[in-house]
């Protein structure tokens, strides 16, 4: 059975950093790419960021480029996102996403739970 | 980037079907297969209903189906249950090497 869990959200101030950890189990981790995706609670859902499953290609979303970095340890079966200068409109629950191949055109075939992330002063 | 366009809410009786739209551009959704759904209940993650426009994953329903004309991708959802009352987004890869989510459509069965 796939496994995501996300780890690493919480209530952080405008302009500091947060990482995101994300801890795979029940599949081969490094046979798929992964992506992050958010959610304001009671609004939609949008895409963050993707990683291929080697790390050779790495796709943001324009409201985080330059501010978030995605990586993934496959030897850890991990995925994490390290968020800097942190904005109020940063606020969500972020999802870690397994997609459907090894690259990052495939759909997320599988979610974790998320983790909350609040920035506030 | 702009959200795909959806429907912000639509609704059916039992039995029925219902139709959601998702319009995008020829850069995502009209430029590549990769458009797919996904359905949210309240407080849960979202499951995902259809990929490559029309394929459906093991386990869901074929009540659910999906096609695309242009640069509007649609699902379908045929003999309406009271289960299938949930928010419904869809996506779509872009040649930004990016994906887009549409802005949901709430579905309310009668």
């Known amino acids: 059975e796939v496994q995501l869990v996300e780890s690493g959200g919480g209530l952080v101030q405008p302009g500091r950093s947060l990482r995101l950890s994300c801890a795979a189990s029940?599949?081969?981790?490094?046979?798929?790419?992964m992506h992050w995706v958010r959610q304001v609670p009671g609004k939609g859902l949008e895409w963050v960021s993707g990683?291929?499953?080697?790390?050779?290609?790495?796709g943001y979303a324009d409201s985080v480029k330059g501010r978030f970095t995605i990586s993934r340890d496959n030897a850890k079966d991990s995925l994490y996102l390290q968020m800097n200068g942190l904005r109020p409109e940063d606020t969500a629950l972020y999802y870690c996403?397994?997609?459907?191949?090894?690259?990052?055109?495939?759909?997320?075939?599988?979610w974790g739970q998320g983790t909350l992330v609040t920035v506030s002063s | 980037q702009s959200a795909l366009t959806q429907p912000a809410s639509v609704s059916g009786s039992p039995g029925q079907s219902i139709t959601i739209s998702c319009t995008g551009t020829?850069?995502?959704?009209?430029?590549?297969?990769?458009v797919s759904w996904y359905q949210q209940h309240p407080g849960k993650a979202p499951k995902l209903m259809i990929y490559?426009?029309?394929q459906r994953p093991s386990g869901v329903s074929n009540r659910f189906s999906g096609s695309r004309s242009g640069n509007t991708a649609s699902l379908t959802i045929s003999g309406l249950q009271a289960e299938d009352e949930a928010d419904y987004y869809c996506t779509s890869y872009t040649s930004s090497i990016t994906w887009l989510f549409g802005g949901g459509t709430k579905l309310t069965v009668l």
């Open positions: 490559d426009v029309s």
């Open positions: 990683i291929s499953w080697n790390s050779g290609t790495l």
């Open positions: 020829s850069s995502d959704v009209g430029g590549y297969t990769y």
């Open positions: 996403a397994k997609a459907s191949g090894t690259t990052l055109r495939g759909a997320y075939a599988d």
């Open positions: 029940g599949f081969t981790f490094d046979d798929y790419a």
